[in-house]
Every structure is written in C-alpha cells, then in structure tokens.
C-alpha cells in the first residue's frame, strides 16, 4: 500500500488546470509541485504565484519539493501560496538554517520535509529526523523529469525508514525520481509510502489504472 504524487513537471502547462483536475479524478493522493531556481538545480521551473493558482483549482494536498538554494528565504511565501507539505534539500543551507526553516514550517501550520540528494548519505538527515513529517530520497538527480531509477538508493531509503519506526513512524517516506511500473515494487518493498511519478504518470494510457497499480 503506498500513496501516489504525481510530479507537475511532466503535465502540459498550456492544460494544467485540466491537468491537475484529472489528478483528483484519477485517484491521486497528492499533487507533486517541483520548483526550481537554477542554481541549487540546473533548470528553472514554476514559482510562488503558480502555486497559489493550482491551490484555487484542487483540495488535493499540495506537496511542494523545493529545489532551490537557502530555502529558509521563501518557506513563508509557499505556505501562504498553499502548499500543505514543504520539503527542502538539507545540501542547499546551513544546517541551523535548515533546521530554522523546518521549525518555521511547522509554526506556519505546515507539514515539513527533508531531501537527499542521490549522493547524500542516510546519515546526514540524522539531525532533521525528529522534525520530519516526511522524508524524501531522491532516486534520481534532482533537475530533470525523465530519468533512469537509481535502485541503489533503496538501502538508504530502508535506513531512513528503520530509524522513523522509532522516532516518528507516522512520518512519509517519499521518493522521486524514475518510478514506473517496473520500479515502484522495490520502492515499496524498501519502506516508501508516497511514490512520486512524473513522466509514467502523464505517458499512461490508462492513468486511473496507473494510479491504483502504484496504490496497490
Ligand atoms: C526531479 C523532480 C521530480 C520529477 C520526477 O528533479 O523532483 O519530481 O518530476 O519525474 P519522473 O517521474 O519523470 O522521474
Ligand atoms: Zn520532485
């Protein structure tokens, strides 16, 4: 049983009202909001005031994966714009900002999250990981929808998963990046419980089909 997000980034922008509608009728637990500045990543995707405009269209929760430097700067605006989960990279600050920016998320009544890169180790979350409402492991490099699955993340994503059993196993387990219908069972098997697809999700013929495939 997981739950699924699917990644924004692969929808059509001339469409995406229609785009995000289909979500909820297709059974989507989440929207996946992907926002790049073009430096923490190399590519520029949406901002502030999109997320607000998909916020009047769906009550789907909104889960933001920030992709952009010093992420204390903006968490404010993205919570105001609607976001309902707001996870930030722990490699784009300072740990003391990142963990000021995990407590202003939850101040600002929030759901907040951590993201590792695919060359961050499990350890480097241990000082987040009682502030985490989810955890995200990126199994591709953040950047790109479109990308091989990188299976040699799922130890890490076992690890993580082991140490929330203890310190908060009501908290998600995410990962991004590369999920289809061939890779979601070993993310599953390795203890993720929100799948986000991109790319498989909008390429499915049968997107209602695809969604339950992941849920199940
Ligand atoms: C990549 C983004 C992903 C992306 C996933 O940086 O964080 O959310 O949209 O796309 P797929 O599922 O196509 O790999
Ligand atoms: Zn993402």
């Not at 229609?18 to 073009?38: S, T």
């Not at 407590?103 to 695919?118: N, R, S």
Request: include cysteine; charge should be negative.
């Amino acid at each position: 049983m997981a739950k699924i997000a699917p990644s924004i980034l692969s929808a059509d922008f001339v469409n995406l009202e229609r785009d995000i509608r289909a979500l909820k009728e297709n059974g989507a637990d989440f929207v996946h909001v992907d926002i790049m500045d073009g430096i923490f990543v190399p590519n520029i995707s949406i901002g502030i005031p999109v997320v607000a405009a998909i916020r009047r269209i769906t009550d789907l929760p909104l889960d933001v994966h920030l992709m952009i430097d010093r992420p204390l700067r903006y968490v404010e605006e993205f919570i105001k714009a609607g976001a309902d989960f707001l996870t930030i990279h722990i490699e784009a600050d300072q740990p003391q900002n990142t963990l000021e920016a995990l407590d202003k998320i939850h101040e600002l009544g929030c759901k907040a999250g951590i993201v590792l890169k695919p060359k961050t180790p499990a350890e480097a979350a241990i000082p987040y990981l009682e502030k985490c409402d989810m955890i995200l492991v990126m199994t591709v490099e953040p950047g790109f929808g479109g990308q091989k699955f990188m299976a040699d993340m799922m130890p890490k994503v076992q690890q993580l998963k082991e140490w929330m059993e203890d310190i908060n196993p009501d908290c998600l387990i995410e990962v991004d990046g590369g999920v289809d219908s061939n890779t979601h069972t070993v993310c599953k098997e390795s203890g993720a419980n929100v799948l986000v697809a991109g790319s498989a999700y909008f390429k499915a013929a049968d997107k209602a089909s695809f969604v339950k495939l992941i849920q199940s």
